[in-house]
């Protein structure tokens, strides 16, 4: 079953305004990854984090690997209208090459 | 690079029929995997092969068949079709080293309706 909860499940923002999500797990995860999923594609890796209490960018987008290592928090500053779709989080399980995803947060964004 | 390429990109089957979506990449990644999207509940893992001719199942297997016999082709097998295996199903593809296999490139999807 799903080992990683997502919140919020769905946002509705105004253009501008900055975004944060999380990912808890009552699992220890190594590895967090935050993936976009536009509409009708297929997601992409945006940032990946391999060690706990790791802070990491891109653009205008910041991640974080929590300290415990079983929550991870995904930020996106002054957001735009392409900034629109799902972001999911995922780790690999501890055992086997399996990765696992969260169930998404639904980004909209009014211009 | 064409990166991972996935066909059908629509498909509407009858109960009980049979099909296989194709799934191709061009990046000599070691590791690819089929997964399953449906609403509300993200993305499931279907199966996963680390190399040619080694295959597992993921976290929902029944009802689907894979195999890998090239590096590049990694097809999903339904065998015989049911409406709960109506959803959108994304191939994925790492270089599967040293914990590389989690930076996957996924494929633009197959939306499968099972009538």
């Known amino acids: 079953g799903q080992q990683l909860n997502q919140s919020p499940q769905s946002m509705f923002i105004q253009e501008g305004e900055d975004v944060s999500m999380n990912c808890t797990s009552s699992s220890i995860f190594n590895t967090w990854l935050w993936y976009k999923q536009d509409p009708g594609e297929g997601p992409v890796l945006l940032i990946a984090?391999?060690?706990?209490?790791e802070l990491t960018s891109n653009g205008r987008l910041t991640a974080q690997f929590g300290i415990t290592r079983k929550d991870s928090f995904l930020n996106i500053s002054a957001s735009i209208p392409s900034d629109v779709g799902i972001y999911f989080c995922a780790g690999p399980l501890r055992y086997g090459n399996k990765l696992v995803f969260g169930a998404g947060t639904i980004l909209r964004v009014k211009s | 690079n064409a990166g991972v390429t996935q066909t059908p990109k629509f498909q509407v089957l009858k109960t009980g029929q049979s099909m296989t979506l194709q799934c191709a990449q061009d990046m000599n990644h070691e590791y690819m995997s089929w997964y399953r999207q449906d609403p509300g509940m993200g993305l499931r893992l279907i199966h996963y092969?680390?190399?040619?001719?080694?295959?597992d199942q993921g976290e929902v297997p029944n009802g689907y068949n894979v195999s890998r016999s090239t590096t590049e082709d990694f097809p999903l097998r339904l065998l015989s079709a049911a409406p709960s295996q109506t959803s959108v199903y994304f191939c994925?593809?790492?270089?599967?080293?040293?914990?590389?296999?989690?930076?996957?490139?996924f494929g633009p999807g197959t939306r499968l309706t099972v009538l």
């Open positions: 994925a593809s790492s270089y599967g080293a040293g914990g590389l296999y989690n930076e996957q490139f």
């Open positions: 984090l391999y060690k706990a209490g």
């Open positions: 092969s680390v190399g040619a001719g080694i295959t």
